[in-house]
């Protein structure tokens, strides 16, 4: 079973739809992140969340706004979603270790807002 | 903003030859991280080098880092087929998130 799960695997909606993206891990990681993947833009940090009391905003916030259920749960949502979020979404783990902070990504999910 | 920069964007070669990719960043690094992407797939880690370390080896994997120029390369022997993806570095500047760049991609063909 895949350490970093992600629901849905694909999605497409329309602008104005609150969506959400969740996420799950099996690795007992505290940090989780949520980054989105453009063609030609690498990946950039939307939010991430050292433990489920703590909340950061990322590079590219606006627009999103994610809540950590549970150790192992972090979730994104798309509050009214606009046709410049369709993007591929990567949700992504990593233990709590001084300097050894490397990142086990899930599968992804690939949203289209039309 | 982005930390890392790859260059080149794109690399083509053929199998057996070596990849060379490089990495540039701005501010000072804790760590830096390569990472791999298969095609529309979540990025796999390679390889971490710290601050203080120059150079690391991981399997047909080599990765130096300079920390005086602000640049890392990751050195890819024997390529095969299966190398072919689009590889990313990732610095981490404080302990808190990584800063990834926009990637190389790397098609090696048989």
């Known amino acids: 079973d895949a350490d970093v799960t992600q629901t849905p695997r694909n999605r497409i909606t329309k602008t104005g739809k609150r969506i959400m993206l969740e996420c799950s891990q099996t690795k007992g990681h505290d940090r989780m992140y949520w980054y989105r993947q453009d063609p030609g833009l690498g990946l950039r940090l939307i939010y991430y969340?050292?433990?489920?009391?703590?909340?950061n905003k990322g590079e590219i916030s606006d627009g999103y706004s994610v809540s950590r259920q549970a150790q192992a749960k972090f979730s994104l949502s798309l509050e009214s979603a606009i046709p410049n979020q369709t993007a591929l979404y990567f949700c992504a783990t990593s233990a709590r270790r001084e300097g050894m902070n490397e990142q086990f990504f899930g599968p992804g999910t690939r949203l289209t807002v039309l | 903003s982005q930390q890392g920069e790859e260059d080149p964007q794109a690399l083509s070669i053929q199998e057996g030859e070596n990849a060379t990719m490089n990495c540039s960043y701005k501010?000072?690094?804790?760590?830096l991280q390569w990472y791999r992407q298969n095609s529309g797939r979540g990025l796999v880690h390679l390889i971490l080098i710290r601050s203080n370390e120059r150079e690391k080896h991981s399997g047909r994997l080599r990765v130096t880092l300079d920390t005086s120029k602000k640049s890392s390369s990751l050195l890819i022997t024997a390529s095969r087929a299966a190398d072919t993806a689009s590889y990313f570095c990732?610095?981490?500047?404080?302990?808190?998130?990584?800063?990834f760049g926009k990637g190389t991609t790397l098609s090696v063909s048989s």
């Open positions: 990732a610095t981490d500047q404080a302990g808190t998130a990584l800063i």
């Open positions: 501010t000072s690094i804790n760590n």
């Open positions: 969340s050292f433990d489920v009391k703590d909340i």
